[in-house]
């Protein structure tokens, strides 16, 4: 569809070869189910599971995800983000899992698992309310921590190199996986770009076997083809004392899942297209939505709770350019038959810890960049960039540290001990103090139509004035309240008999207007974008919009379900 130097080859929308098709599923299938088995085996392995109970684990946790990564390539109603973006077992939840299977039993954390998925969905529907503190800028900040944490792991799965092997046998076969792979990124057009994920760990595993480092005995024991009995725990009606005193701890947890989603959300939708679009939110809450509901209907299963999968989704399709959402139905099916089939599981649960944290850095280096890009979207404003800069200080600070640990202990000392944590909550309460103790907010409620330009003109002219501003400034204000006005009015039909909220915050030497309304028109901030593209005779629709550029400083413009944000900023000297 398009040449080899592009950077997306295919859109999502885009028709795939089956080939393709199949081979970008294996590479997901590979990604997720690596990731999955070993959190699994962790828990089981603390736990002490036995053999019946840790098969069935996988093989819900292998259906469950393959059901939403499935669901998320879907778009329409409140599930699915309509991209590639794979859903799986969650690590970030091992150590509140763990500790409700030390403290209670099965039933109770199967419970604790279903209610605190819904938060997920509290978050997502609250998603307009909540925008100035949870923005993009917060979503990119938790990327670039996870990046540095899962980078961090990786490089701890180097050490212990199998019996017989020598110590350099791994971080050998780890380097040699970042060369391939950044070779091919980098250098690989056409369809070697489109394998060249596939192929470096090909070759990577070629040499791991060389060492020594294949462990086949998982493969051998397996079965080829079976269904485990069913280990259902149930959920508790009435929840008990261990109950209340978890379930603060799955809330943090979950919320930071939710965050990621959210995070993920966006930047999927940046590297799917070639001229990516504004951003839709009503995706992103499509994402959080699906998320949330497959650790719900895991938690029922006996599964343990889901997280997107989204910096390794996004890197995946940078390497390849591969953004069709059929990618998605292919892992989501693949995953479902291999959760069938445990000899398949064991095959790609044993390549080596070498390979898998070699891959690991070079995708959560691209997972680092993508949350640059995400700040750098917003814009490093004074406050925004302290803000960045004390979260990842935090964050990248308490990475591999015991300092909070060892002051608090328990539960609660390992959990905000932890550096990806301590981090996000850090970025989302300096947001939120800059919110609430910024200037207060003005309010004006109207219907949304052409006779409420005379008090939303009355309105901008109080503030302006009490402002100190000049007259011309205040006719400027003006300008830009009608404009808004006119271009949320466009084509919007009879039927939109809808409530119109401005709401006002004044700086210095700026004003900062916000029009809510419940709309399903074209989104205004992709029209502004796309005027450069246009032809010279200008439409009516055309001149409003670049009216509406000119008086302002800048437009910004948030569709979520059921609500349109445009966010317009005046300078006081423009």
């Known amino acids: 569809m398009t040449t080899d130097d592009a950077s997306v080859l295919y859109e999502p929308n885009d028709r795939l070869p089956a080939g393709l098709t199949l081979g970008m599923g ?5 990604l997720s189910v690596t990731t999955t088995a070993l959190t699994i085996s962790l828990f089981a392995n603390a736990v002490g599971l036995d053999d019946d109970d840790r098969s069935w684990m996988i ?5 469950v995800n393959g059901v939403a990564t499935a669901a998320q390539s879907t778009r329409g109603g409140p599930i699915g983000c309509g991209h590639v973006l794979m859903v799986g077992t969650a690590p970030s939840y091992l150590a509140v899992t763990l500790l409700a299977a030390e403290r209670s039993d099965a039933r109770t954390l199967a419970t604790l698992i279903v209610v605190s998925s819904c938060v997920q969905f509290i978050l997502a529907k609250w998603l307009p309310r909540a925008r ?3 923005t993009p800028s917060v979503g990119g ?11 961090g792991v990786a490089v701890g799965r180097l050490a212990g190199p199998p019996g017989g092997t020598a110590s350099s046998a791994g971080p050998a076969v780890a380097a040699l996986t970042v060369a391939v792979a950044a070779m091919l990124g980098l250098r690989a057009k056409g369809r070697a770009r489109l394998w060249s994920p596939l192929i470096g760990i090909a070759v990577a ?8 480092l294949f462990d086949s005995t998982r493969v051998s024991a397996a079965r080829w083809i079976a269904l485990p009995e069913p280990q259902l725990p149930g959920v508790e009606l009435t929840a008990s004392s261990e109950f209340w005193s978890l379930l603060p701890m799955f809330v943090v947890v979950s919320m930071a899942a939710g965050l990621l989603a959210m995070s993920s959300g966006v930047i999927i939708q940046q590297v799917s297209w070639q001229n990516p679009p504004v951003t839709d939110f009503r995706l992103v809450q499509g994402a959080m939505n699906t998320n949330g509901a497959a650790s719900l209907i895991g938690g029922f299963f006996g599964a343990l709770p889901t997280v997107v999968y989204g910096p390794t989704s996004a890197t995946m399709t940078t390497l390849t350019g591969v953004a069709s959402r059929r990618v998605g139905y292919s892992v989501g099916a693949m995953l479902v038959a291999v959760a069938f089939a445990p000899k398949a599981t064991a095959v790609l649960a044993s390549i080596p810890d070498a390979v898998t944290a070699g891959y690991l850095l070079v995708i959560m280096g691209m997972v680092f960049v993508e949350g640059m890009r995400a700040v750098a979207r917003e814009g490093l404003t004074r406050h925004r960039a302290l803000i960045v800069g004390i979260s990842l200080g935090i ?18 000392g390992a959990l905000l001990g932890n550096g990806m944590v301590a981090g996000t909550i850090a970025a989302i309460a300096l947001t939120a103090f800059v919110e609430v103790s910024g200037r207060r907010r003005q309010r004006l409620e109207v219907e949304l139509h052409i006779d409420s330009l005379g008090p939303i003109s009355e309105f901008l002219d109080s503030l302006a004035a009490g402002a100190g501003w000049s007259e011309a400034s205040r006719n400027r204000l003006r300008l830009v309240g009608e404009e808004a006005l006119a271009s949320l009015l466009e084509d919007r039909g009879d039927e939109s008999h809808a409530r119109l909220v401005v709401i006002a915050r004044s700086a210095p030497n700026s004003i900062e207007l916000q029009f809510l309304a419940a709309l399903e028109e074209q989104n205004l901030e992709e029209q502004l974008a796309c005027l450069s593209e246009r032809a010279e005779v200008p439409e009516e629709r055309t001149i409003s919009l670049h009216l509406l550029r000119h008086f302002a400083s800048t437009v910004r413009h948030r569709k979520y379900s059921g609500i349109d944000i445009v966010t317009v900023e005046v300078d006081r000297s423009r």
């Open 395 to 412: 964050g990248f600070g308490l990475q591999g540290s015991s300092v909070v640990a060892d002051l608090i202990g328990g539960a609660w």
């Open 26 to 30: 294996l590479q997901g299938l590979l």
């Open 141 to 151: 900040i938790v990327l670039m921590l996870i990046a540095v944490t899962v980078a």
């Open 205 to 212: 595993c070629v040499v791991a076997a060389l060492f020594g």
């Open 132 to 134: 100035q503190i949870i």
């Open 59 to 63: 093989f819900a946790a292998l259906a």
